[in-house]
C-alpha cells in the first residue's frame, strides 16, 4: 500500500505541475467524446477503449484518491462510466487536460476517502 500511496503521489503532483508526461495518453476530449458513443449504446473499439480508460485510472486510484464502495455494494461499471461522463459534461474547461484527472475528479465528488 504504501508504494501505491506514494506512486498516487507523484502522479498528482506530476498532473497538476501541467507538465507533459508518460501516462498522460488521453486528453478529456477524447474520453469525453469516447464515453458519450459508449453509453448511447455504441460497441466499437472507442467505446471499450473508453470503458478500460476509466476503469484502469479507478482501479489505480482505488483506496488512494477515490473510496468507491466495493462488493456487493459496489459501483458498476456502467455507474462509473456514467458519473464520469457526468462531471465531464459539467466542466468542459478541464477536456484540453489529461483525462485521468477528470476521472479521479468525477468520482471523489461522489465518494471521497474520509480523513483519518
Not at 19 to 33: I, K
Not at 64 to 74: F, S
Request: aromatic fraction near 10%; charge should be neutral; proline fraction near 3%.
Amino acid at each position: 500500500m504504501r508504494s501505491k500511496i506514494g506512486t498516487a503521489l507523484l502522479v498528482v503532483t506530476l498532473s497538476a505541475s501541467g507538465n507533459v508526461w508518460a501516462a498522460a495518453f488521453w486528453e478529456g476530449t477524447r474520453l469525453f467524446q469516447r464515453l458519450e458513443k459508449d453509453l448511447n449504446g455504441s460497441t466499437d473499439y472507442g467505446s471499450g477503449a473508453a470503458t478500460g480508460y476509466v476503469l484502469g485510472v479507478l482501479d489505480f486510484a482505488q483506496d488512494v484518491l477515490v473510496c468507491m464502495p466495493t462488493g456487493d455494494a459496489g459501483v458498476g461499471v456502467r455507474q462509473a462510466k456514467q458519473i464520469v461522463f457526468n462531471y465531464m459534461q459539467k466542466h468542459p474547461e478541464l477536456w484540453n487536460q489529461s483525462a485521468d484527472i477528470s476521472v479521479v475528479n468525477a468520482v471523489q465528488e461522489v465518494f471521497p476517502c474520509k480523513k483519518k
